[in-house]
């Protein structure tokens, strides 16, 4: 005789469970050695925060995104827009938050408070169903998400200021062809990355290319990308890209804006890749007009979350872009959800940037979990994130945040301090 059996099922919350029942903000500072770019140099101190989301059945979501006063003032606008949303709703949770955010403020900001708390609510998601945030967007098509290296152009030190004595740090000076080819030597040997990216716009172009054939010289086998956040004219741009042809995987963001971007990309041989003119959906059909950009580095903080980052990924497929990921001054929670989206969106086509290097010893994280292997990170294995907050880290940043009374990071206004005739004016050649 035959017998029935019930299978029973996994209690999962409810959605009274997952509702949002607080949200913590805490805005931190720590250390950043004295990286040059095209507008200045980085401070010593760089403002970050840390965005803890709490549902009613006690689990906990983990953000983190860029500081400054507007972005904490709009974050705490966000938070108060979606207490009582339960977690799966992130749907909901994008339209509150851009409706509680000023209508005069830019789709990027507002793209970047949802994606903060969105990377939260698929943390807790995660932890809710016992799955990782990449099996959430779909599952992973790639185990080790690789990144490439991030070179600047730097000081030996942060100079003595206001009575505050020199800061200095283990990676040196890097003012010319041989300081470069060395940082990045330091680098490879301790990351093991396949890739090189030089920050640019720092010295004359010429200089510049001394620097990409001196880490050719020594890297013959290394993909190259030169990125001079916008410091040159179209027509010295072009020059550029006439003396790098068969030296760059891709030249990034070399002039301003996407008509000029365009005229360069008439004549340059290899892909021109931005993160500054191609920030939002509605910049993509203009940009595919004009054939102004071969390569789109997305950015889950500037492009609305996680699923949306997939979803340019998706985009880029369609009109044959190719896709890498941009990275700001970043720590563990940012990088983690990074190699997510990354390791589950099958349209990435190049390395990702991380400055991992530069700022992971200040790290609120526990270690152990985000490692670098031959230049690749494994995805967390999960659930959500897979990432814990170190809490006496947290503490401690968060103090020297308050200590420092930051208000923004200010580039220029910290150049002007050792160099006052300096000007952000770009294009600059």
Known sequence: MKTSTTLSRPQLPTADDLQITDITITPIAFSDPPLLNAVGVHEPLVHRVVIEVHTANGLLGLGECAGGSSRLANLAVGAAAIKGVSVFDTSRMEILIHEALAAELSVFERAAVFGAFEVAALDIQGHATGRSVSELLGGTVRDDVPFSAYLFYKWAEHPALDGRPAITDEWGAAMDPEGIVRQARKMIAEYGFKSIKLKGGVFPPAQEIEAIQALRTEFPDLPLRLDPNTAWTVETSRWVAEQTDGLLEYLEDPTPGLE????????????????????????????????????????????????????????????????????????????????HVAAATPALTYACDTHYPWNGHNDVIMPGVLNFVDGSVRVPGGPGLGVELDRAKLAELHQQYLDADMSARDDTGYMQRFVPEFTADLPRW
């Open 260 to 339: 000029g971007m365009g005229q360069v990309a008439e004549r340059a041989a290899m892909p021109l890749a931005t993160n500054m003119c191609v920030v939002a959906f509605d910049h993509i059909k203009r940009s595919v007009e004009l054939n102004a950009v071969q390569v789109i580095l997305g950015d889950h903080h500037y492009w609305g979350g996680l699923r949306h980052t997939r979803e340019l990924g998706t985009l880029c497929q369609t009109f044959g872009i190719g896709l890498s990921m941009h990275s700001n001054s970043h720590l563990g929670i940012s990088l983690a959800a990074m190699v």
